[in-house]
C-alpha cells in the first residue's frame, strides 16, 4: 500500500501545471435574476484525472456546496456553467477556485487553488428585467405580460400635421383655412404629449424590508422604477426625475 501510494505521489507531483482553470464571471450581478458563472478546467496530464472543483462563493449566498465532481481526459478541456440569484444589492467577494485532482489510482489528491486573491463583483438592480421590458416594449408585446393600455379621458392638443379628412374624424378638428385652400376638408391632427416629467416614488418604510421570495419589496419596488424610468426614456419622454425616497 505505501509503494502504491508513493507512486500516486509521483504521478500527481511530477507535473507542476498538471491543471489549468479559470473562473468566468460578468462584469456585475443583476439583483434578483439568475446570472451566469463559468468555471473552465484543462487537463495537462498525460492520462484522465479525476476532478473535485469546490468554489468559494461571497458570504451573501450562504452557501458551501458549489462543487462539481467530473473525469476529464488528458489534454482536455471543459466548462461548466452554473447560475447565482444575488438577492440583495451591494458588493460581493468571490475567494479562491479549489480543484482536488486525482490519478487513476485514486490514493492521494492534489490541491490547486487558482484566483486566491478573490475579485469583487458589484450587484446592482435588475438591469436584464430592465433590457426585457424594453424589448418588449420595442416589439409592442408588453400584453403578454398582462401590461395593457389604459383608455385616457379627453384629447391631446400637441399639434402634428394637417391631412384630409377620412370618414370618422371629429368635426371639432376640421381646419377651415386649410381647406379653403386645397379645396377640401382638412383636418388637424394632434398626437400625445411626450413632453411630460416622470416621478417615481419609492416608499423606505419599515414595511418595505419585508422579504418577498428572498427578495426585499424595496429591492422590488428599485427594479420597477428602473424598467419604468428606462422604458420612458427610450420613448422619447422629455425627462426622467430620479426617485424621492421616503423615510
Not at 426585499?216 to 424610468?229: C, F
Amino acid at each position: 500500500m505505501g509503494i502504491l501510494t508513493f507512486i500516486d505521489i509521483l504521478l500527481l507531483y511530477r507535473w507542476t501545471e498538471g491543471i489549468e482553470a479559470e473562473r468566468v464571471l460578468p462584469d456585475r450581478f443583476s439583483n434578483g435574476d439568475d446570472n451566469d458563472v463559468l468555471w473552465r478546467v484543462a487537463n495537462q496530464y498525460p492520462y484522465t484525472i479525476k476532478l473535485e472543483i469546490i468554489d468559494e462563493l461571497p458570504i451573501q449566498f450562504q452557501n458551501r456546496d458549489a462543487r462539481h465532481r467530473c473525469h476529464l481526459p488528458s489534454d482536455q478541456s471543459q466548462s461548466i456553467r452554473y447560475t447565482l440569484r444575488p438577492t440583495e444589492r451591494g458588493q460581493y467577494f468571490f475567494g479562491a477556485l479549489n480543484i482536488f485532482a486525482a490519478s487513476p489510482l485514486g490514493l492521494v489528491q492534489r490541491r490547486y487553488r487558482f484566483a486566491a486573491e478573490g475579485k469583487m463583483i458589484a450587484v446592482y438592480p435588475s438591469f436584464l428585467q430592465m433590457r426585457q421590458y424594453e424589448l418588449l416594449a420595442a416589439t409592442n408585446r408588453l400584453q403578454e405580460y398582462g401590461i395593457k393600455r389604459i383608455r385616457r379621458i379627453g384629447q391631446s392638443m400637441e399639434f402634428e400635421q394637417i391631412r384630409e379628412y377620412v370618414s370618422g374624424d371629429d368635426y371639432r378638428n376640421v381646419n377651415w383655412k386649410a381647406s379653403a385652400r386645397h379645396n377640401d376638408i382638412m383636418v388637424n391632427q394632434y398626437e400625445d404629449e411626450k413632453a411630460q416629467p416622470i416621478v417615481n416614488v419609492i416608499d423606505k418604510g419599515r414595511v418595505m424590508r419585508m422579504p418577498f421570495e428572498q427578495l426585499s419589496l424595496l429591492d422590488y419596488a428599485i427594479n420597477a422604477t428602473l424598467v419604468i424610468a428606462n422604458i420612458a426614456l427610450k420613448k422619447a419622454t422629455k425627462r426622467a426625475c430620479s426617485p424621492f425616497r421616503t423615510k
